[in-house]
T-cell receptor
Framework: AQSVTQLGSHVSVSEGALVLLRCNYS??????LFWYVQYPNQGLQLLLK????ATLVKGINGFEAEFKKSETSFHLTKPSAHMSDAAEYFC???????????WGAGTKLIIKP | DSGVTQTPKHLITATGQRVTLRCSPR?????VYWYQQSLDQGLQFLIQ???????AKGNILERFSAQQFPDLHSELNLSSLELGDSALYFC????????????FGPGTRLTVL
């Protein structure tokens, strides 16, 4: 069965530093891939998605992610962290021909001043 | 504001009871999804409806049921409630399938005492 692994339940970076949140999926056929963000006490919001166009996907708030088929990865990056980026980030996949999102466990991003 | 509304925001009830959670999708969206978020199990997809028909089923217990009405709003019914059903329940909507951006409501926090 398809699964999603997010490495690190908590990631801490200094303000202005690079943000790197890792996501790996388990599938021989590349699925559709998503990153969602959840701010405290709020619902989730789509950051970006990969649906088999360009492998480097740009999203909102300066985030981007690169799909690497050989590594079955879809890591999320942002060149310079801002205090407002503190939130929980979820990677999710939809297998092709399927209708449900399969979620990673989430990574809490902590920004140090 | 995602445009998805959920009521009620909070619900406190006792074990063995039955509750109904309500969701109104964004204008123009035909698909509605229900998710459960808990500390133990993370985010779990429960069920998806598309234009009134059930399209996909995830980890939804038999004690839970849902429906989507002709006006496209949806209800999630939870019965014979157990302590372990305490969680945040999110509704999301999209134009059609899960590859489309899903817009999440603010959630209903259910506490079973």
């Amino acid at each position: 069965a398809q699964s999603v692994t997010q490495l690190g339940s908590h990631v801490s970076v200094s303000e202005g530093a690079l943000v790197l949140l890792r996501c790996n999926y388990s599938s021989s056929v590349p699925p559709y891939l998503f990153w969602y963000v959840q701010y405290p006490n709020q619902g989730l919001q789509l950051l970006l998605k990969y649906t088999s166009a360009a492998t480097l996907v740009k999203g909102i708030n300066g985030f981007e992610a690169e799909f690497k088929k050989s590594e079955t990865s879809f890591h999320l990056t942002k060149p310079s962290a801002h205090m407002s980026d503190a939130a929980e980030y979820f990677c999710a996949v939809t297998p092709r021909g399927n209708y449900q999102l399969i979620w990673g466990a989430g990574t809490k991003l902590i920004i140090k001043p | 504001d995602s445009g998805v509304t959920q009521t009620p925001k909070h619900l406190i009830t006792a074990t063995g009871q039955r509750v109904t959670l309500r969701c109104s999708p964004r204008s123009g969206d035909l698909s509605v999804y229900w998710y459960q978020q808990s500390l133990d199990q993370g985010l779990q997809f429960l069920i998806q409806y598309y234009n009134g028909e059930e399209r996909a089923k995830g980890n939804i217990l038999e004690r839970f049921s849902a429906q989507q009405f002709p006006d496209l709003h949806s209800e999630l019914n939870l019965s014979s409630l157990e302590l372990g059903d305490s969680a945040l329940y999110f509704c999301a909507s999209s134009v059609a399938g899960p590859v489309d951006t899903q817009y999440f409501g603010p959630g209903t926090r259910l506490t079973v005492l």
